[in-house]
């Protein structure tokens, strides 16, 4: 046994880095969670997600319903059934009634916060329109979609360049809000 030559063509295969613990997006979960996937958001709660799946549906269906050529099928469909009923035995008058009373009943407002799992309305400006409820909200989607962009941009020559100047700064905002005491060194307590 020799010892182990250095091929520069062959490059030894390094363990993927993984990325670190995050908060669940869906509002309401708040777990942490370890993602197996750079774009995961959510945590692999059953439950968690069956929640997200529920707010995408209605999200989904509240956007139809707002669609002008959806709401004319829905018509027509429902004039055919009506057709379709009226030769077959009338119904009880309070089943129609309960029936009535269910689809009459508006189950949530047209438009709401952007945020997975968040049924709330988004709050009212007079400027450009919201899409969230609130800063939590805001503040929480701003997070994933900026980690999202920046693991895009990782391993280009742009995204090197940005995370040049984006850390530059950020040491510049530190530099001018730690008070300057001069060359000495801040003395740190005992270790643990």
């Known amino acids: 046994m020799g010892c182990r030559h250095v091929n520069p063509k062959c490059r030894h295969r390094t363990s993927p880095r993984r990325p670190r613990a995050r908060m669940c997006l869906r509002k309401g979960c708040g777990r942490q969670y370890q993602p197996r996937r750079w774009n995961q958001l959510y945590c692999q709660d059953p439950d968690c997600l069956l929640q997200v799946r529920r707010w995408q549906a209605a999200r989904r269906q509240a956007r139809r319903r707002l669609d002008a050529a959806a ?59 919201v899409c969230f409820c609130g800063p939590a909200c805001r503040q929480a989607v701003r997070r994933v979609v900026d980690r999202e962009r920046k693991w895009r ?40």
């Open 153 to 192: 941009l990782r391993g280009t020559f742009q995204g090197r360049q940005s995370r040049k100047r984006e850390y530059a700064a950020a040491r510049e905002r530190r530099s001018k809000q730690q008070p300057n005491t001069g060359d000495a060194t801040p003395s740190r307590g005992p270790p643990p």
């Open 71 to 129: 709401k004319a099928k829905d018509a027509e469909a429902q004039r055919a059934r009506r057709e379709r009923g009226e030769s077959s035995q009338t119904p009880n008058p309070t089943e129609v009634a309960v029936a009535r009373c269910h689809a009459a009943k508006i189950l949530l407002p047209p438009n709401w916060c952007d945020r997975p799992g968040c049924y709330e309305p988004p709050l009212k400006s007079a400027g450009k329109p």
